[in-house]
């Protein structure tokens, strides 16, 4: 009876969270459809299907991008999976940041199948944390270099420049710091042993190549939006790298909240506030909505490509 009642409140704990996560998600895309609904009485929208394809495609690159991304963490590591099985793990996973409680079943779901590929706890509890670091880190960054080309942002360049300075900062000591990491990790013995083996395998240069590597890939994501913008209204191509880093640093906010499922609200109210420094806001919200079923329906097109090269991977 005890073991019965546990299960009970068990679940409708999981269920309280579960609508007060969905609460929260449709207040949030609520008002910002509203202020959508006030940009398109307003202003007369001109669509350009060869920009939106455009955007797409990029879009794809981005994705397919990101799943290459894994394959080359885990090899800096020593895991010599194949690219195939590698990259299809990573696209399919992406499915459980639309779960409630998102973020966590992401990671969750991703420890578990990096478990079932013969990946120990310490390599596929590294890879993530790198990899989590690695997002953020460069979302950051390029919307911290970004900020030098806002136009009503005077600071913006000092800002840029400091950013500058911490990445450059980085690249140089980016080997020491593992070293010292390793060391330390030796010491404490237990679990934190087991991860500096991968972390040392990894080493500096990896540290570096792939710092690099992420940074480009949300360049690339940035590209893509700016496309996604134009294609609604007219910005210069100077506009590029601005809007990537808006894009960019939305992104992350929606990431970083744990409980709601794929950062729905969040990422919109984000990308609305920011996108009005560059054209008008209640039309800001009307791109922040169309911005998300452009990301979800294109990375649902590359979650059925992952599945689609896991089942040639397996045969």
């Not at 394959?71 to 940041?97: E, F, I, N, Y």
């Amino acid at each position: 009876m005890n073991v019965l009642m546990r299960r009970l409140r068990a679940v409708a704990h999981n269920t309280l969270l579960t609508i007060i996560a969905w609460c929260v998600v449709l207040v949030l895309l609520g008002r910002v459809i509203q202020r959508a609904w006030q940009g398109l009485q307003v202003y007369s929208l001109h669509l350009s299907f060869e920009l939106l394809l455009i955007s797409a495609l990029l879009l794809v690159a981005a994705f397919l991008n990101g799943a290459l991304g894994w394959h080359l963490l885990l090899r800096t590591m020593g895991v010599q999976h194949s690219w195939k099985k590698d990259m299809a793990t990573w696209l399919v996973a992406q499915a459980a940041k639309y779960l409630p409680a998102g973020t966590v079943w992401y990671f969750g779901g991703r420890f578990l199948q990096g478990k079932r590929n013969g990946l120990d706890s310490a390599t596929v509890s590294l890879a993530l944390a790198m990899e989590f670091a690695f997002y953020l880190g460069g979302a950051f960054v390029l919307f911290g270099l970004s900020l030098g080309l806002w136009p009503d942002v005077a600071w913006g360049w000092q800002v840029s420049v400091g950013v500058l300075a911490l990445s450059v900062l980085w690249w140089l000591l980016s080997p020491r710091l593992v070293r010292l990491a390793c060391r330390w990790l030796h010491h404490q013995g237990d679990w934190r042993g087991d991860i500096a083996q991968p972390l040392q395998r990894m080493g500096g240069s990896g540290l570096r190549q792939l710092s690099l590597f992420y940074l480009l890939q949300w360049m690339l994501i940035g590209q893509a939006f700016w496309f996604l913008v134009a294609s609604l209204y007219p910005v210069t191509p100077t506009r590029m790298l601005a809007l990537g880093g808006v894009f960019s640093l939305s992104s992350a906010l929606g990431y970083l909240v744990f409980l709601i499922p794929g950062g729905w609200g969040v990422r919109e109210q984000a990308l609305a506030l920011l996108l009005g420094h560059f054209i008008p806001f209640p039309l800001g919200a009307t791109v922040s909505i169309l911005a998300r079923l452009w990301y979800t329906i294109v990375e649902g097109v590359c979650m059925l490509l992952g599945w689609v090269i896991h089942r040639t991977a397996v045969r």
